[in-house]
């Protein structure tokens, strides 16, 4: 099975919507430990034009998902894909239909909080209890700062008519331009005094004396330290006056002579508690990947549904290393529904392309909802099948399309009952093709390639593909190295097409399916594989038949379970047969089909029960029969 699930590690709900009494707006509320999530806009309630928002932010623990990845416990980037899933809390209120939600990654850390209430907004930060808000990411108010540096060495006289510029947290803006020939320190001037002068620690004195001349730039200029005597290098240490992370700005120095921002980043950093714009911080620059974030979004045209939304991308991007930092999800509408606003006021940004009307009110399920499976998640889901055709090798016929004609062989090296890579290196291993005489292989290979192209899905697992035209009812497959030494040789009956066949699609052939190894009770924490026996409903043996020989079952190469609660008859892992993932599908070897179930996915203390489908003459078949089991704490 190819499913793991990841519950959010923090959620959230920030607003500026009013309070019961609509006298104040509830900007400072938090809602980290409630167990439900809103997203709204409501226009027009406390004025005729009033605008009120709601979104909601989640994260998820992507440091797990690195260290599963590194741990194979999921495939490497593009064999697997990652699903954003929030469930739909049902409520007595007003429920919108037909809008669309951004989900936007965010940009700037935040804290989820313990604020539980979502209806007077009474449990506050008031800037010093940990929690985010709609104006605060955070409770940890700091400046954001910058070292800029003058290389020594500097002809200083080279720097004469060169600008550059400062902005502050405000957005305020001052151009800084260099006269060699001046003393002049003000209106952004910075005057070196005289011609000849050749000393760094003057031209760095004046360069601080010019930013903090400027009254209306928010930024002080402090420290100057020098490395070494007056004309080798020297730095001097801005800092924005305002706390917040909209002073984390860039600063372009390049074209000044010998000036620069020391350190990686040519930027104000360091900045934090106050979100850069009210309502929370989030990437919204077209995506580039391994540079930006992507965006997307999610139609509700009901209003009732859950969210279901492939962000493949964004994860990929937060679990590359020199990606993006992880900072989960913004939830929101989109501003053409959010409210309309003709201008910004406070706590309520600018929105000229919004909506006059309210979309009220869409909830989720939070992280600390008491329902198991409908806690905020992250999903991983790939293929997983091993789809092993020793059981069910055929012939190469002209009669058969190309890729019906390949057979899958696998190589299992168990070494103590765990799969092992075989310590030789991959492209060393041989797969050769033998015909049989009295159970051995005789005569030359059979196929003309035999370093036949392999694949390796799992340690210890190696994959080939083969195409044969043999006459020969039994073929052996014999593993080897590039020494010679043999790994495995294996047994094959080998089938051929039958093209006399009178079977077609509206036969509507029933089958009847027993999981042989079903046990009545697991423990959460087990990994389970599932064998699956199938035969044909009204498959009629000879008395010799089942006096000589086992039951043979049929192995149908599509097909997929689903796992249902018994108690309510919730599907909790639903059968992938309309999706492109096969997450679902089950593996098939010599033995028939199964497939492995982590219990810990299932929440202890319940029943549960595995359906079956199969996909046989064009069309998917659910089986009647449900394989009961319970799973327990221990």
């Known amino acids: 099975m190819g499913i793991k699930k990841y519950i959010a590690d923090k959620d959230t709900t920030i607003t500026n919507a009013y309070g019961i009494d609509l006298s104040y707006r509830a900007t400072g509320s938090n809602m980290g430990a409630a167990d ?17 928002l709601s979104r909601v932010l989640v994260q998820f623990p992507v440091s797990t998902v690195i260290t599963d990845r590194a741990a194979g416990t999921i495939p490497e980037s593009g064999s697997v894909s990652f699903y954003l899933r929030l469930f739909n809390a049902r409520h007595s209120e007003q429920l919108p239909k037909d809008f669309t939600v ?135 240490l801005l800092k924005q006056k305002t706390t917040g992370i909209a002073g984390n700005i860039s600063i ?64 990929e991007e937060w679990i590359d290393t020199d990606g993006q930092p992880n900072y989960g999800f913004g939830i929101f509408l989109t501003s053409s529904q959010e409210a309309y606003t003709a201008t910004a006021s406070g ?82 291993i041989k797969v050769k093709l033998y015909a049989s005489s009295n159970g051995v292989p005789v005569g030359n290979p059979l196929n003309s390639a035999p370093y036949a192209s392999l694949t390796y899905p799992l340690t210890g697992i190696y994959k080939t593909q083969v195409s044969i035209n043999t006459t020969s009812s039994v073929i052996h497959d014999v593993w080897s190295g590039s020494a010679g030494g043999e790994y495995k040789t294996g047994s094959i009956k080998v089938k051929n097409f039958n093209t006399t066949s009178t079977r077609f699609a509206n036969d509507n052939p029933q089958y009847v399916t027993k999981i042989t190894n079903l046990k009545p009770f697991y423990n959460k924490d087990e990994k389970v594989r599932f064998r699956v026996f199938t035969r044909e409903r009204n498959f009629s043996p000879t008395i010799y038949t089942v006096a000589n020989s086992e039951a043979q079952g049929t192995t149908l190469p599509s097909s997929s379970f689903e796992v249902i609660r018994m108690v309510d008859e919730r599907t909790v892992i639903q059968n992938s047969t309309g999706s492109t993932s096969y997450h679902t599908f089950m593996s098939y070897d010599n033995s028939g089909s199964y497939f492995d179930l982590d219990m810990s996915l299932l929440e202890p203390g319940y029943m549960y029960g595995i ?18 089991f319970r799973v327990e704490n221990n």
Do not use: C
């Open 36 to 52: 439900i999530l809103e997203t709204f806009s409501i226009y027009g309630q406390q004025t005729t034009s009033s605008a009120e």
């Open 102 to 236: 951004n989900v936007l990654a965010v940009s700037s850390s935040w804290q989820e909080g313990q604020g539980l209430d979502m209806e007077g907004y009474t449990d506050k930060t008031k800037d010093v209890i940990e929690g985010s808000n709609w104006i605060n990411a955070n409770s940890n108010f700091v400046s954001s700062s910058a070292t800029i540096k003058l290389a020594g060495g500097t002809n200083l006289a080279s720097m004469h008519g060169q600008t550059f510029t400062l902005t502050d947290s405000d957005g305020t803006s001052q151009l800084f331009t260099i006269d060699y020939n001046s003393s002049t320190l003000t209106g952004g001037t910075i005057g070196f005094d005289a011609p000849g002068i050749d000393q760094n620690d003057n031209a760095m004195a004046a360069i601080k004396s010019a930013i903090n001349n400027i009254s209306a730039l928010d930024i002080e200029a402090s420290t100057i330290t020098a490395v070494g005597d007056a004309t080798s290098e020297h730095t001097l």
């Open 252 to 315: 372009d120095l390049s074209g000044v002579t010998g000036l620069s921002v020391d350190g990686s980043s040519a930027a104000f950093t360091g900045g934090d508690g106050k979100w850069a714009s009210s309502g929370g911080d989030y990437h919204t620059s077209a995506y580039v990947a391994g540079s930006t974030m992507p965006g997307y979004s999610f139609t509700f045209e009901n209003g009732y549904e859950d969210l279901l939304l492939d962000v493949t991308s964004a994860v």
């Open 347 to 428: 706590s309520v940004p600018a929105n000229t392309s919004g909506q006059q009307k309210s979309f009220y009110t869409k909830r989720f399920f939070a992280r600390s909802s008491e329902y198991f499976f409908k806690k905020p998640a992250l999903e991983a889901r790939w293929d997983s099948r091993i789809m092993d055709d020793r059981g069910q090798f055929y012939s190469s016929s002209s009669m058969a399309p190309a890729a019906d004609n390949l057979n899958n062989l696998f190589l299992y090296n168990y070494i103590r009952g765990t799969l092992k890579s075989i310590p030789e290196h991959h492209s060393d």
């Open 611 to 628: 359906k079956l489908a199969f996909y046989s003459f064009g069309n998917w078949k659910e089986q009647e029969e449900v394989h009961k």
